[in-house]
């Protein structure tokens, strides 16, 4: 192998290749138009292209690919949730994940270790409880464990026994895991370009026209094009983007934030979180110690970080583990959260028959990326909305059917 490998690299015969082709011209129509290049649209793009067959296909990212969320996340991957629709959807999102780098031929980097949630009272314990049975019913894998378990699965926590924050258990979600955050949406962008997905990156969506309850022209900034179908899946403007097409989604927009830490050698083999001190760490593959919280308490569609913020996360991380007192940060983040009112995403029809939504996403978009990608693609193909996103319709705010998953967070907000 070592041989092969450097005969390869030395030979004159190989050709370079671009993952991502360059943005093309406009064309005047597609079949399909996408608005979002982040990991949902692409996503879709792919399963539209290699799963049901549909060739004109446009992906209009206003900034560069991936550039929004899907880059400004901290890549958990889990399926713990409260309620047995969100339960369903997210296990299958966790099986797309096992099996993504060899359905793509594209090393997404996935790890699946595991995440431990923190238990500061008997009353959290009770709660989780509740999740654990709900998700064996289920069929993920997910227990409560007690606080010796949780040394034994996290030897370096501060146990804290006595104090304010003392540890007396955990849930324990074996499904849960990493993937790396570019990687899932290069991976989906050159196999859906492969079949001849348009990904126009640079190009932002002024208008949308509508006519007798269709979409009939999306307006960008680079040209005016016709749509077949059209799939609205832009993160954190999706509110803004829905109102050029006359819908008004029930989401507001929280900067959500985030930091790393210079690498350390390896420490932290799960991933640990705690509601009680709206913090949660995993360790990445380079060693980064990447932490993370609850949104921001206030409105804003903005992506700077704060001091504020930076110093709430770093008191939760250093109760969690002192040692780390001396580390030095690297970065800090933040991506848009468009949230719910019952902190679940929207995905389907809208009151415009060929228009469809893909928001909502809050602080768990990327989990979903491949799950929801599939699934959208097949709304768009077939004309009809799937029962596993059924729970999760527009309308389900008029009708009162909410899903409540406001506590199923991992640093709850």
Not at 249 to 273: G, H
Not at 307 to 329: C, I
Request: hydrophobic share 40%; charged share 20%; proline share 4%.
């Amino acid at each position: 192998m070592p041989f092969a490998l450097l005969s390869y690299g030395l030979t004159k015969r190989h050709k370079s290749f671009e993952d991502i082709p360059k943005t093309p011209e406009l064309k005047r129509s597609y079949d399909v138009v996408i608005i979002g290049g982040g990991g949902h649209g692409l996503a879709t793009a792919y399963y539209l292209s290699n799963v049901h067959g549909v060739k004109s296909i446009a992906v209009l990212e206003k900034g560069y690919l991936a550039g929004g969320n899907t880059a400004r996340n901290t890549t958990t991957i889990r399926s713990n949730y409260l309620t047995q629709p969100s339960i369903r959807f997210y296990k299958e999102g966790v099986e797309l994940y096992q099996s993504m780098s060899r359905d793509l031929g594209f090393n997404v980097m996935f790890s699946q270790r595991g995440q431990l949630t923190l238990a500061h009272s008997e009353a959290t314990m009770r709660s989780f409880h509740l999740r654990a049975e709900m998700g064996k019913h289920m069929g993920t894998r997910i227990e409560v464990v007690d606080a010796k378990t949780v040394q034994e699965l996290s030897p370096h926590l501060n146990m804290d026994f006595g104090g304010q924050h003392e540890i007396l258990g955990g849930l324990w979600h074996a499904d849960g895991g990493t993937a790396r955050h570019d990687a899932v949406a290069w991976g989906y962008a050159k196999r859906a370009a492969e079949k001849g997905v348009e990904i126009h990156q640079r190009t932002a969506v002024t208008a949308i026209r509508t006519a007798k309850g269709r979409v009939t022209e999306i307006v960008t900034d680079r040209g005016t094009i016709q749509a077949g179908q059209v799939v609205q899946a832009a993160g954190g403007l999706n509110g803004q983007i829905a109102e050029l097409a006359g819908l008004r989604l029930p989401i507001r927009c929280f900067p959500l934030q985030a930091m790393v830490t210079q690498p350390l050698k390896p420490f932290l083999d799960t991933l640990v979180s705690s509601a009680n001190l709206h913090t949660y760490l995993v360790q990445s593959s380079r060693g980064e110690i990447v932490i993370g919280g609850g949104s921001d308490p206030y409105q804003l569609a903005s992506t700077r970080s704060t001091f504020d913020q930076k110093e709430h996360l770093a008191h939760g991380a250093l109760h969690l583990f002192p040692f780390l007192h001396n580390v030095r940060l690297l970065r800090q983040w933040a991506g848009i959260t468009d949230m719910t009112p019952d902190y679940s995403p929207i995905m389907g029809a809208t009151e415009l028959a060929n228009y469809w939504v893909d928001a909502g996403w809050g602080t768990w978009g990327f989990k979903a990326t491949p799950v929801s990608g599939k699934y959208m693609a097949e709304c768009v193909a077939t004309g009809r909305v799937p029962d596993v996103l059924a729970p999760f319709a527009l309308d389900r705010f008029d009708r009162f059917a909410l899903l409540n998953e406001m506590g199923a967070t991992a640093a709850s907000h």
